[in-house]
């Protein structure tokens, strides 16, 4: 059940005579009162002697009397509709529903003699639309702050209540959905999405590339987007906004968005606080010096036991670099991925954001290699990609448990989203390299086959049956080769590999075994058709990536 408030009218007649409207509004049928102030409101829609007129003349009675004191905008709206799979209520279900919002809210609080003067209206099935004039009975106006999310609680608890469907629910955190004038704009012009979607996209990626608030600039401008930077009398940088090219209004201005308006977290201060500490290039951890794609991996390995172990504060800063990776990923993968991968991100953006302040210092190191992604060669092994990408998928599901703890409902719903579509992205990317794998397993020994048999029912028994009925065993049972191999003892690498992950939500627990294997024992991967499998060697790692690469960040140019 959603309720939806309206910015305040100046015309009570206006809004009853749309209400009750069944002509220009085909939609409309029956409009009657369901519930009103005192019960006793004319009702045009049921009875023939009463008029609009007679009705906005009631509900203004306090308005005129205030008289000066009055606000000129003095019209409540709001209307509140059911899920479409929810039952039909009754109208005596929504008088009730109706009275709780206007306590909720402060129109009206049960009991109050001077509340302001209401009606609720239905004139479909599924919803009412609440109309109330913001005069109190002893001529002060109503104390409604906040009325939105009181309202929006209200509803929460009526759900559950009366059986309905319990809507995902924000924390006023979202970005600020387009307007309905910026969508009829976008379709008009041929564009799938608003302006102000666009622009979000490439304020995003463009803070992921960026490595300083100059530089960020900068990138945006190299893409196109028209900036305007704000100062301080000082010099210092206040603010920026934000315009496409070409994007103009009636007066044939460019269309300007601030950063906070195309998400709360685009804010300047916002994006300077993120990028005070990711200056210079990603340094190697622990010791290794990895390439940055690697970096990233490792790093989003440990985000799942870091969301477990460390406070809201670090927790949410890990979720927001898994974001920023999420937006770099277009820019390094191949054409083929890169659909799947821009609404996994799109879908990320409102995951990425709660009402806990994230401790950026604590995953600046990761920030760092994920900039570096964007600059360095990408990597031409498709396995690693793989890799990559379950790794990626893996946090995510932490990050959509991490939520559901904390009742983020929408952050949650995101982050399932999210999962979807990298799921889709990494079986694309893991299919060629499985099935190389898949091709030297099949290649085995019988000795080492019958091996790696022993292994499996030694670590797994419940689900060994069904693994070596997967058309991925043999892609295991080389792998399992290959640790051995790499001087590893393969039953403690599964074990690991097994707790590590877990399996029920796994389409094929051998696939994900493997790759889960391959980061364990940090095995070198191969796309080489023609590799020889003599199941006593590791994979040959592959050649490095020497090409030069180019790249820009506003959706059109492309790493190659």
Not at 396 to 414: G, K, L, P
Request: aromatic letters at 4%; charged letters at 25%.
């Amino acid at each position: 059940m959603i309720a939806k408030i309206g910015k305040a009218g100046a015309n009570t007649r206006g809004v009853l005579k749309y209400l009750y409207d069944t002509v220009r509004a085909k939609d409309h049928t029956d409009p009657h009162l369901v519930a009103s102030f005192d019960g006793f409101a004319p009702d045009p829609g049921r009875d023939e002697t009463a008029t609009l007129a007679q009705l906005a003349t009631v509900l203004d009675l306090r308005v005129k009397q205030a008289g000066d004191r009055a606000p000129e905008k003095h019209v409540w709206h709001c209307s509140v509709r059911a899920a479409p799979e929810d039952r039909i209520l009754t109208d005596e279900e929504w008088a009730v529903i109706a009275r709780r919002v206007l306590n909720a809210t402060g129109i009206a609080p049960v009991g109050d003699p001077d509340a302001c003067r209401w009606v609720a209206v239905r004139h479909a099935d599924d919803h009412i639309h609440i109309v109330a004039t913001k005069v109190r009975g002893d001529l002060r106006q109503p104390r409604h702050w906040n009325d939105y999310p009181r309202a929006d609680k209200e509803l929460a608890a009526i759900e559950k209540e009366y059986g309905l469907r319990q809507v995902v629910r924000g924390d006023r955190t979202a970005a600020k959905r387009p307007t309905r004038a910026e969508q009829e704009k976008a379709r008009r012009a041929g564009q799938a999405t608003t302006a102000r979607e666009r622009l979000r996209t490439t304020v995003r990626t463009a803070l992921t590339a960026a490595t300083s608030t100059e530089e960020f600039f900068q990138i945006l401008t190299n893409t196109g987007v028209l900036v305007d930077i704000q100062h301080f009398p000082s010099g210092d940088v206040r603010g920026y906004k934000v315009a496409l090219d070409g994007d103009i209004n009636k007066d044939g201005q460019p269309v300007w968005f601030s950063g906070s308006v195309l998400a709360p977290d685009l804010s300047y201060p916002k994006i300077a606080e993120r990028l005070t500490e990711a200056s210079g290039p990603a340094r190697p951890q622990a010791g290794h010096n990895r390439p940055a794609w690697q970096q990233v991996t490792d790093a989003t390995d440990r985000i799942p036991d870091i969301l477990t172990r460390t406070d809201d504060g670090a927790a949410q800063a890990h979720i927001t670099v898994l974001a920023e990776t999420l937006d770099a990923l277009p820019l390094i993968v191949p054409d083929d991925l890169r659909p799947q991968l821009l609404r996994a991100a799109a879908a990320f953006e409102r995951a990425n954001r709660s009402r806990i302040r994230a401790r950026h210092e604590e995953a600046q190191a990761t920030r760092r290699a994920v900039k570096a992604i964007v600059r360095e060669p990408a990597p031409k092994d498709a396995a690693a990609l793989a890799i990559m990408l379950d790794v990626i998928w893996l946090a995510v599901i932490a990050a959509r448990h991490w939520h559901q703890v904390r009742q983020h409902d929408q952050q949650a719903e995101a982050a399932r989203q999210t999962a979807e579509h990298l799921r889709a992205a990494y079986q694309q990317a893991a299919a060629q390299p499985m099935t190389v794998i898949v091709q030297r397993g099949q290649r085995l020994t019988v000795k080492v086959r019958q091996r790696q048999v022993a292994i499996l029912r030694q670590v797994l028994p419940e689900l060994a049956e069904q693994i070596l009925a997967e058309p991925g065993w043999p892609a295991l049972a080389a792998t399992l080769a290959d640790t051995q191999a790499a001087g590893h003892d393969s039953a403690v690498v599964l074990t690991e590999a097994a707790t590590r992950r877990e399996l029920d939500t796994a389409t094929a627990i051998s696939d994900v075994l493997v790759w889960r294997l391959r980061r364990t024992a940090d095995l070198p991967t191969t796309d080489n058709p023609g590799t020889p499998a003599h199941g006593n060697r590791p994979a040959s790692p592959p050649p490095p990536a020497t090409q030069p690469t180019s790249q820009s960040v506003n959706g059109a140019g492309r790493r190659r």
